[in-house]
Structure formats: structure tokens, C-alpha cells
């Protein structure tokens, strides 16, 4: 199985830790998003399945073999970084193939290789460029040619997009979900974007402070967060939240009563919790212009424009 399996790994420089016991099994085949702030540690936890980071402490495997002592280029993978390092005296075909060359890959097969590559990635015609005389965005889709054609059982991608501008992000994402459905390698794909992690991903790691805050669907992230830290995270803008006070049936927010409905209301007793935190996404509040019953007071203090509509924008100010 070409699996990957983190078992309680730390990783710490000097006396600071930047993974904290992460517990995390990537599946054979799958898409997995590593997704957090700046910072949080997913680089690193990307450069110890690439064995460009040692191990301070626990295991790793990759398809049932440990491989915490195993060098990079024996666990074949394949790695797409945010500042592509093409080099800069070869040519788009020369930069494409430099690995399979050194791998002694046999010419046809490369050739094959290399032309399969070209088409996907839209790069025919360009074949005799240096990257100088590329735009960004081609310069990104050979260092995606690159990695594509080793073949690798395991695909990992930094932040590998976020150089590109928001109309070749999204056209570079749909040739991403078309490489891994030809090829189907194990894919992990680094982003603090979050809509790069709904739209590439089949499951999400969420990062913070070196931990693991949730793995789950896209859509359980979305709807069903595992904590605040989630909720908050995920959604834009982000999920308020409130400290509230909770009796029989019903919240304070602010000094209003809301009466929650019953599913919510078993769930906490059930629970016996006895401080609750009220979360509510922007998208879901609905604004009426009259009272209505159960609704709360508020006043509309800053309105966005999104084009699509201005639904999202109004926040609960405490009243
Ligand atoms: P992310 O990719 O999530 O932005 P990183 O994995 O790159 O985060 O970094 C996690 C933390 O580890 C950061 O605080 C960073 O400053 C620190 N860090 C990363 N590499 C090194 C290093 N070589 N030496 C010391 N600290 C590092
Ligand atoms: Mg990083």
C-alpha cells in the first residue's frame, strides 16, 4: 500500500518544537490537503515524508515500511515546491527531463513520457525556452511537468499555486485533479488556502501550533468542525463565535434570549456540558428588515461587496 502513516512524530529545532505528536495516515491514492496558518508546520511535516527533514521522535511510514532513516531519493517521490528552482541555463525539455537523464531512463520512454507531460500541461510550442522567457505560469506548469514525469508513487506539493494569479490558480487546479486521476499517486499538497483545500482535495489535515486539529471531507470540515479553532478557520469571513450563557432552551447573545431548536437542545443537555460557545457562519444569518419571532436585534454596521452578492457580510455586534 502505497501509504504514508505518521505515528506520534515530533519534530522539534534546537528546543523548538514545530510538530507536536502528529498522528495522521494518509491513504494510497488520495488526495490529502495539509492546511493551516503560516507557520503552523506543515512544510515540515511535508520535508519529513520527502526525507529532507530528519525525525526528532516517532515513526513514519511509507507503503508499510518505516522509513525514518530511509534517504530521500529511495522513497520515490516526487516534490513541486512554491519558488519552482527551475534551472536556468536549460530549456523547458532539458528542465522537464534533467531527473529521468540522471535516472538513465531509456530514450523512448522518455520521449514518451516528456510528450505526455508537454500536452497536459499545455506546454507544446514551447519546448526550446529558457525560463526567463516564460511567464510565471508556465514556468510553474514545467516544474509540474517535472515532477509528473518521474512517475512517482508519491506526489508532494508546497504552496505549489500560490505564485500564479487567481485565474491560472484555478485553471492549474483542474490539471492538478486531472494528473492525479490519470495516475492516481498518493498526493500531499501543502496550502494555507482554503479554497485550494476544498476544491483540490478528497480529505483535509488542518495544522495549528505543530497539531493536528481535524481530518475529515472537505464538506465534514466545512459543516460538522471538530473544534473552534475549525470553525473559525474554515469560511470566509470566518464563523462567529460566542461565550454564551445557556438556560433550559435558551442562549443569551448579548442581552437577547434565542431560543435554540430541539436537536440542539437534547445534544447539550446530553452532554452536561456547562459552558457553551455559540458558533454561527455569516452565510448562514438572514436579514428582515421587520421583527420576526426568535430573531435577534442588530445593526448592519460594514457591508463588502462581492459581486456575487452582499448576503455574507453582516456580524452580530452585541446588543
Ligand atoms: P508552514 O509551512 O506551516 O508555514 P513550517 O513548517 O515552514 O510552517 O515552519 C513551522 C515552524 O518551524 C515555523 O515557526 C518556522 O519558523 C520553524 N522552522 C522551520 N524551519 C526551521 C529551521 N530550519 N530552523 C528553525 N526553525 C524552523
Ligand atoms: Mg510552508
Partial sequence: MKEIRFENVYKSYGKTEVVKGLHLTIKEGERLILLGPSGCGKSTTLRMIAGLEDITSGNLYMNGRKVNDVPSGKRDVAMVFQNYALYPHMNVVDNITYGLRVQKVPKEEMKARLHAALDMLKLKGYENRLPKDLSGGQRQRVALARAVVKKSDYFLLDEPLSNLDAQLRVSARKELVKIHELYKQTIVYVTHDQIEAMTVGNRIALMHEGKLQMLDTPENVYHRPANIFTAKFIGSPPTNVLDVDYQNDTVLI?????????????????????????????????IFKTAEENALQGTVKYVENLGSGYGDLCRFTRS
Fill in 254 to 286: 448579548g442581552k437577547q434570549p434565542f431560543q435554540l431548536n430541539q436537536m440542539w437542545v437534547k445534544q447539550i443537555d446530553q452532554s452536561g456540558a456547562d459552558r457553551l460557545v455559540f458558533g454561527i457562519r455569516p452565510e448562514h444569518l438572514e
